[in-house]
């Protein structure tokens, strides 16, 4: 589900929290070593996904935030921010050149060579997460 995020409402927050939970509290976020990656440098997405950033040839950043039952994709342009719920059961992630997340049929590809180690971090606290909750192996 891709939202924009210019107004923290009351439904905006309540949208957020149904589908991907709650944040973490700081004590919480302390003893997981952190929830949020730093800036992520964006090869390609998905039509919807490219509609976000706008038209703009500059490099194009995202922020993953973890949350008790999915993530969110932060976005951001000239104009507009916007965030990418995606919850465990919709994720997906696979890493080939590119780190690609998917969900609900919508995707983004980052560049892993410029990943640093807390992102990577991430990506595994992301992972283990999600097998936790859906049940799912990681290979």
Known sequence: MILTANQNTKSFLKTVEQT???????L?????GGIGSGKL????????????FGKSQDIKFV????????????????????????????????KSDFLSIHGAGEFIKIDVSCMHRNNIDLIDK???MKAEITGDRID
């Not at 991907?20 to 700081?26: N, Q, Y």
């Not at 919480?28 to 997981?32: G, L, S, V, Y």
């Not at 993953?64 to 919709?90: D, M, Q, S």
């Open 28 to 32: 919480e976020r302390w003893r997981m």
């Open 20 to 26: 991907v939970g709650s944040s973490f509290s700081l």
């Open 63 to 94: 922020i993953i935030e973890l949350r008790k039952k999915g993530i969110i994709v932060h976005i951001r342009n000239a104009v507009n921010n916007y965030v990418w719920l995606i919850p465990f059961h919709h994720l997906s992630i696979f």
């Open 41 to 52: 440098i964006v090869r390609t997405t998905s039509e919807k996904l490219a509609q976000c």
């Open 126 to 128: 992301i992972m283990r």
